[in-house]
């Protein structure tokens, strides 16, 4: 059974910086992929950033770009979501999706089969 479990969301001032992990457990073997999205009450999930895990390629939506990175932790099948320079507008519940294979529209949720349940990140002013 796959299982992805976020942490690391929280309350923080606009300008500061946090790091939310998603532990994925289960058979997905050694090449998958994961992404971050986020999304507040009343819009859809947004693609936030995109890894694959066993190789190199990341990806990232227009909004993160170069404020946020995506890394992996092979050793501990965790991956992390730097997130610098936050914004009101980055106030959101974050979770991790993850799909054995890359579909070429990253940011699409309902590609994602398998989801955490989410960690809230509040940005304040």
């Known amino acids: 059974q796959v299982q992805l479990v976020e942490s690391g969301g929280g309350s923080v001032q606009a300008g500061g910086s946090l790091r939310l992990s998603c532990e994925v457990s289960g058979n997905l073997g050694s090449s998958y992929w994961v992404a971050w999205f986020r999304q507040v009450p009343g819009n859809e999930r947004e693609g936030v950033a995109h890894?694959?895990?066993?190789?190199?390629?990341?990806r990232y939506g227009h909004a993160v770009l170069g404020r946020f990175t995506i890394s992996q932790d092979n050793a501990n099948n965790i991956v992390y979501l730097q997130m610098n320079s936050l914004k009101i507008e980055d106030s959101a519940m974050y979770y991790c999706a993850a799909v054995l294979s890359d579909t070429g529209l990253w940011y699409r949720a309902a590609d994602y089969r398998y989801w955490g349940q989410g960690t809230q990140v509040t940005v304040t002013s």
């Open positions: 890894i694959h895990i066993g190789g190199t390629i990341t």
